[in-house]
């Protein structure tokens, strides 16, 4: 499958999760298997010939993900969550929203000071929760091998917050 075959099985829906917001629902794609399978190949190949030792989702969407990628790169999984989901201890970073902040929490231990770390979302937007996970790895002495996305809106300009991270993304708007 192709950029414009994935677009056809992603819905667009208007005005959610409140007015003025184009929400791009990737459920279509992902309960039709040649639209999942051939995602998941097409993160697989952009990453097999690179170092990765883990590769860690972001909630909630990035968990539809990330776990598939590790398993077709041969890799573990590691979850950042939103606040006191996590049972034990630690390490959080907050973020600028458009109106107040946020925050995402990982396990301390979940990564061990040297090992390259693919994160993986569905969106990049602002580019706001993908720079303040990487500042997450890289707290935890990790080094961020990459950013993969499905979906980037280029007109939020969110890359150009990530500054020299490789990211890579499936599909354009
Ligand atoms: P940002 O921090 O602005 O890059 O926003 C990224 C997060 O918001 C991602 O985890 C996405 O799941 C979600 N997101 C932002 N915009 C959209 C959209 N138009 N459709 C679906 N999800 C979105």
Avoid at 74 to 86: M, W
């Amino acid at each position: 499958m192709n950029e414009t075959s994935w677009k056809n099985l992603i819905r667009q829906v208007p005005d959610f999760p409140k007015p003025g917001i184009l929400f791009y629902d990737i459920t279509t794609l992902l309960r039709d298997k040649d639209g999942l399978g051939s995602v998941i190949d097409a993160f697989e190949k952009q990453y097999e010939e690179k170092r990765v030792d883990v590769v860690l989702g972001i909630e909630a969407r990035g968990f539809l993900l990330a776990p598939t990628v590790a398993y077709a790169l041969g890799t573990g999984f590691v979850p950042v969550r939103k606040p006191k989901k996590l049972p034990w201890q630690v390490e959080s970073v907050e973020y600028a929203l458009e109106y107040g902040t946020d925050k995402l929490e990982i396990h301390r231990d979940a990564i061990k000071p040297g090992q390259h770390v693919l994160i993986i979302d569905d969106v990049l937007a602002t580019g706001g929760t993908a720079e303040a996970v990487a500042k997450l790895v890289e707290k935890l002495g990790g080094v961020v091998a990459g950013l993969g996305f499905l979906i980037e809106l280029d007109f939020l300009k969110g890359r150009g917050k990530l500054g020299t991270y490789d990211i890579h993304s499936l599909i354009h708007y």
